[in-house]
C-alpha cells in the first residue's frame, strides 16, 4: 500500500477548503438548532456523565420522547466548540471542514488497497468535491457522519495489517479494530457497518475466494473430502472475533435505548405507516432514489439488477478488478442499510448526509471505470478532460449549494423549489419565517402546508400559534380545534404514545394557554391539562402548565401535587423545583420555598429566577445570617442579567440593611443608570441620604423621583418633611402636602402634617379645622386630640388678650417625622418562558412577588428597629410642638 504524500494531503485539503470556505459564514439551521443552540449537554455547566446519559439531542435515553440516537463522542465534539467559542457558527463549521479533508486523505489511502497511483487520487479527488457531501459538512450535525467516517476507515485500514508476510494472524491490528469500530459506533450508529466490509475484504480480497471457489471449498468440508485448510481455519477465527465483537456492540446499543425504537409518526416517514405493498415498494424505491434513477418500481428493479449483475460478475473471478468492485459495492451498500428504513424505520425518508460513506463505493467505481476507459487510447485523452470537467462542475455544484446552508429560510425555500407537495417544507420555511418576527408570511406558509396535507397537526398548531401571535385569538383557537380533532382519539388498552407524535400532544398546552388568559374560562383550560395528563401521564410538560395554572386559581395543594408528580418524573429539572418554591411561597412557607429554591441552584447554579428570588427571600427573611449568601446570588444574577435593574436596586436593599451606605448609594445609582425611571431606587436613594443627614443630596433625588412620578405620596412626604425641618421652606413643604392631600384625602400624615404647616405660619383657625378634619380621619390618634385641645387652648387664650388669631408665621416650629421606609419596583423580576410550548420548551412559573421588600408585606427587624426610632424622634418632636403650642 502506498503511502499518502505531503502533496497529496495539500491537494485534498486546499480542495476542500475552496469548496466550502463559504460554509464558514452559514448559521445554525434545521438540526442544528436542536443539536447545538437548544441542547444543554454542549455548556459546561451540565455534567460530562449527561453525554453518556442522553441521546444526541440531549433528551435522556430513558424518556420515550428520546430519538435514540447515541453520539456521545460527536457531541463531545460540539462541547469542545462550545468552550472556544460558545455558539460563533463559524468555529463548527470549520471544524468540519477540516474532518472532511481528514476524512478524504483516510478515504485516499484506502483506495490505494484497491487503484493504483493515479486512480486512487481520482477517486479521492472526487469524493472531496462531490456535492451530495454539502448536508455532510455544510450541515453542522453531519459531523456525525465525518466522525463515524474517520474511525470507519481507519478501523478498515487498521484490520488490513491483521495478516503477517507468513500468512500468520496479527491480533493487535484486529484488537485496534475493535476499538475503532467501538469509537465509530459511538460517533454515529453507522459505525458499526464496518465490520461487514472487513469481513468481504477477508474472504474475497485477503484469502482471494471467489463465489465458485467459496462454495467448492464449503462442500468439500461438508463432505469431508479434504482436511481443513489452515488458512481456512485463520480466517474463520478472525471472523468469529469480528462476528462476536459486533454482537457485543449491538447488544450494548440495545440496552443503552433500553430495549425500545424511537417513536416516529407518518409525519416523519410516511413509508413507515404505510399499508403493504405500498410500504415495501417505497422504501426499495428509496434505494434507487437516494442513487441513480427515478422511475418508481421500475427504478427499483432496474437498480437491484444492476447491483446483482456487478456482484455477481466480480464475484466470479479474483483479478484486481473485480476485487475492487466488490469492496466498492460493499462500501456502497454496507454503510447505507441502516438508513435503508428495510430493517427498521428510522425518522426521515430521504437525506443526503446518510449517503456520505456509500458515496465512497460510488466514487472508486467511476475511477475504475475512469481507469478501465483511458486503456483505450483513442478515448484516453477524453476520458481525462470528461473527469477534469466532472471534477470542476462538481467543485463548483458544492460551493453554489453551500449557500443554501446560509440561514433556515435559504435552506427550506431552495428544497421547495425542488418538492412543492412536502408540508413539512413548507412548515420550515415558516418556521424560519417566524423566527424573524415576519407573522404573515409565515402564516401564508403555514397555511399552504394545511393545504398540501389537511391531517398535519403540526401545521394546524403552527397555524394556531401564529395567529396568537398576530394577536387573533379567535382565528387561533379555531386553528387549535381543528388540530385537537386531528388528534387520535384514545383506545382502551392500546398504547397511546405509539400512535402521536409526543410533540403533537402539545395542542392541548397550547390551547389551554390561550383560553385561560379568560378568567371565566380556567376550568376548561384545566380540563385540557387533565386530558393531555391522561393520554400521556409521563407528559411534564401538561404536569408545569396545570401547576401554573393551579397556582393562578389559588388551588396551592393541588399545584403543590401538580409538581411533585412532575418531579416524580423528572428530579433534574430545575424549572420543576423553582415552580415548586412559588407554590410554597404563596403557601406562606419560606423554609420549604427556599430548601426548593436551593434545589434548582444544585441543578443549574445559574438558574436565573430561582437565584433572584431566593436571595430575595432571603432579604426578606429579616434574618442577618442569610444576608451574605443573599448577596451572592444577587451578584451572580445581574452577571446573567447586567441590564436588570432590578438586581442592583436589591443589593442596594442589602447594603441598606447592612449599614453599608456607600455600597447602596453605588448600587442604587447604578439601577438609576439602568432606569431612569425607577420609583423604588429614586426613593431608596433619597431616605439613604436623609438618614445619613445628606439632605442637599436628597432633594433632586426627590425631584427626579416626583418628576417620574408625581403621585408618589411617600416621596412628597419625605421631601415636605426636609424642605419644613432642614431647609425652613414652608411653603415648599406646604405644596408638598397639599399634594398628598389633594390625591389621597385620607391620608391621616400628610393631613396632620398640613395642619401643622398652618400653624407654623400662624393661621390657628385653619389649623383648628384641619386638625378637626384629622381627628374624623382618625378619631383615634391621641396626638392629634391633644394638638387640637393645645391649639384651641391657644385660641383662647389670644381671644382673651385681644389678639388677632391669624399672625405672621415665626421661625422655629417644627413638624412631625414622618414614617418612610422602602417601597419596591412594582415591576419586579420579570418572569421567563413562552406560553406556547410547541417547541417544547418549559415554562419557569410565576414570579416570586411583585414587589420586593414591599411596604405592604412583612418587614425585617432592621425595618422595625428603624420605624421604631423614627417613632422616638416623632414623639420627640411632638412635645417640642406641644411646647410650641402651649407657650404664650
Given amino acids: 500500500m502506498a503511502a499518502v504524500s505531503w502533496r497529496e494531503v495539500l491537494l485534498l485539503t486546499g480542495l476542500v477548503v475552496g469548496c466550502y470556505w463559504n460554509s464558514l459564514s452559514c448559521g445554525f439551521v434545521f438540526d442544528d438548532v436542536s443539536a447545538i443552540l437548544d441542547n444543554k449537554d454542549l455548556r459546561p455547566s451540565t455534567p460530562l456523565k ?51 479533508a481528514l476524512v478524504c486523505v483516510l478515504f485516499l489511502r484506502v483506495c490505494r488497497l484497491f487503484l493504483d497511483h493515479r486512480h486512487s487520487l481520482v477517486a479521492a479527488l472526487l469524493f472531496a468535491v462531490h456535492p451530495i457531501h454539502t448536508e455532510a459538512v455544510t450541515g453542522v450535525v453531519g459531523r456525525a457522519e465525518l466522525l463515524s467516517s474517520i474511525f470507519f476507515l481507519a478501523a478498515f485500514l487498521s484490520y488490513t495489517k491483521s495478516t503477517s508476510p507468513q500468512r500468520a494472524i496479527v491480533w493487535t491490528p484486529i484488537l485496534l479494530t475493535v476499538v475503532l469500530v467501538a469509537v465509530a459506533t459511538l460517533c454515529k450508529e453507522q459505525g458499526i457497518t464496518v465490520v461487514g466490509i472487513c469481513c468481504i475484504y477477508e474472504v474475497f480480497v485477503a484469502q482471494g475466494f471467489t463465489l465458485p471457489l467459496l462454495l467448492d471449498t464449503v462442500r468439500h468440508l461438508v463432505l469431508g473430502k479434504d482436511g481443513f485448510p489452515l488458512a481456512l481455519l485463520q480466517t474463520l477465527l478472525k471472523l468469529m472475533v469480528l462476528v462476536i465483537s459486533t454482537l ?111 458515496s465512497m463505493g460510488f466514487c472508486v467505481l467511476v475511477a475504475l471505470g475512469f481507469k478501465l476507459l483511458g486503456q483505450k487510447g483513442v478515448l484516453k485523452k477524453l476520458s481525462w478532460l470528461m473527469m477534469a470537467l466532472l471534477l470542476s462542475t462538481h467543485a463548483v455544484k ?47 406558509y403555514f397555511l399552504q402546508a394545511t393545504q398540501v396535507q389537511p391531517d398535519d397537526i403540526g401545521a394546524h398548531m403552527n397555524v394556531g400559534r401564529t395567529y396568537k401571535n398576530l394577536n387573533l385569538s379567535r382565528e387561533a383557537e379555531e386553528a387549535y380545534l381543528v388540530a385537537k380533532a386531528l388528534m387520535p382519539q384514545v383506545i382502551p388498552g392500546k398504547k397511546y404514545a405509539t400512535r402521536v407524535a409526543p410533540n403533537h400532544l402539545n395542542v392541548y398546552i397550547n390551547l389551554a394557554n390561550l383560553i385561560r388568559a379568560n378568567e371565566s374560562r380556567l376550568e376548561e383550560a384545566d380540563q385540557l391539562y387533565r386530558q393531555a395528563i391522561s393520554m400521556r401521564p409521563d407528559f411534564k410538560q401538561a404536569y408545569i402548565s396545570r401547576g401554573e395554572l393551579l397556582l393562578k386559581m389559588n388551588k396551592l395543594t393541588e399545584a403543590r401535587d401538580t409538581y411533585l408528580r412532575a418531579l416524580d418524573l423528572d428530579k433534574t429539572n430545575a424549572d420543576l423545583w423553582y415552580n415548586l418554591a412559588i407554590v410554597h411561597i404563596e403557601m406562606k412557607e419560606p423554609r420549604e420555598a427556599l430548601i426548593n429554591f436551593n434545589h434548582a441552584l444544585e441543578l443549574s447554579p445559574r438558574h436565573k429566577l430561582a437565584l433572584f428570588n431566593s436571595a430575595l427571600l432571603m432579604q426578606e427573611s429579616g434574618d442577618p445570617k442569610f444576608w451574605p449568601e443573599a448577596n451572592r446570588r444577587f451578584l451572580l444574577y445581574v452577571e446573567e442579567e447586567p441590564q436588570d435593574a432590578n438586581g442592583y436596586f436589591n443589593l442596594g436593599m442589602l447594603a441598606m440593611d447592612a449599614n453599608e451606605d456607600e455600597a447602596a448609594e453605588r448600587w442604587m445609582k ?50 415636605g418633611d426636609i424642605l419644613m425641618n432642614h431647609k ?156 410650641l403650642l402651649s407657650s404664650d
Fill in 50 to 100: 449527561n453525554l453518556f446519559l442522553n441521546d444526541f439531542w440531549g433528551t435522556p435515553m430513558s424518556e420515550e420522547r428520546s430519538h435514540k440516537s447515541y453520539r456521545p463522542l460527536t457531541v463531545l465534539t460540539f462541547r469542545l466548540n462550545y468552550l472556544c467559542s460558545e455558539l460563533s457558527a463559524a468555529s463548527y463549521h470549520l471544524l468540519n471542514v477540516l474532518l472532511h
Fill in 248 to 358: 457485543l456492540l449491538v447488544i450494548v446499543r440495545v440496552q443503552v435505548i433500553q430495549s425500545q425504537l424511537p417513536v416516529f409518526t407518518r409525519f416523519d416517514n410516511p413509508a413507515a405507516v404505510s399499508p403493504t405493498p405500498a410500504r415495501q415498494l417505497t422504501f426499495n424505491y428509496l434505494l434507487p432514489l437516494n442513487s441513480v434513477l427515478d422511475t418508481r418500481n421500475l427504478a427499483t428493479l432496474l437498480f437491484y439488477t444492476a447491483l446483482a449483475l456487478l456482484a455477481v460478475h466480480s464475484l466470479r473471478h479474483r483479478h484486481d478488478s473485480a476485487k475492487t468492485v466488490i469492496m466498492a459495492l460493499s462500501l456502497l451498500v454496507l454503510p447505507f442499510v441502516p438508513a435503508s428504513n428495510l430493517f427498521f424505520p428510522v425518522g426521515f425518508v430521504v437525506a443526503e448526509r446518510v449517503l456520505y460513506v456509500p
Fill in 398 to 444: 458544492t460551493f453554489h449549494r453551500n449557500w443554501d446552508w446560509e440561514s433556515e429560510y435559504t435552506l427550506f425555500t431552495a428544497a421547495l423549489k425542488v418538492n412543492k407537495n412536502n408540508a413539512k417544507l413548507w412548515n420550515n420555511v415558516g418556521h424560519a419565517l417566524e423566527n424573524q418576527n415576519n407573522y404573515v408570511m409565515a402564516l401564508r
Fill in 670 to 719: 447604578k439601577a438609576i443608570r439602568l432606569k431612569p425611571s425607577f420609583r423604588s431606587a429614586l426613593f431608596n436613594l433619597a431616605l439613604l441620604y436623609s438618614q445619613a443627614k445628606r439632605e442637599t443630596d436628597a432633594l433632586p433625588a426627590l425631584d427626579e423621583l416626583l418628576r417620574h412620578h408625581p403621585e408618589h405620596i411617600k416621596g412628597l412626604i419625605l421631601k
Fill in 728 to 883: 425652613k421652606d414652608t411653603q415648599g413643604a406646604k405644596v408638598c402636602f397639599q399634594r398628598i392631600v389633594a390625591l389621597d384625602p385620607g391620608n391621616v400624615q400628610g393631613k396632620h402634617n398640613l395642619c401643622v404647616v398652618y400653624f407654623e405660619e400662624r393661621d390657628l383657625p385653619r389649623a383648628e379645622s384641619c386638625l378637626v378634619e384629622t381627628l374624623a380621619m382618625a378619631p383615634n390618634e391621641e396626638y392629634v386630640k391633644r394638638h387640637l385641645s393645645i391649639v384651641r387652648g391657644k385660641m383662647a387664650a389670644m381671644s382673651a388678650a385681644g389678639q388677632p388669631l391669624k399672625t405672621q408665621p415665626r421661625e422655629g416650629a417644627a413638624v412631625e417625622e414622618v414614617e418612610v421606609e422602602a417601597q419596591a419596583e412594582e415591576e419586579g423580576a420579570k418572569q421567563e418562558g413562552s406560553g406556547e410550548n410547541a417547541n417544547g420548551k418549559q415554562k419557569n412559573g410565576r414570579k416570586l412577588a411583585k414587589e420586593a421588600s414591599s411596604a405592604d408585606g412583612g418587614k425585617s427587624a432592621k425595618d422595625i428597629n428603624d420605624i421604631e426610632e423614627k417613632r422616638a424622634a416623632a414623639l420627640k418632636r411632638l412635645e417640642e410642638i406641644e411646647r
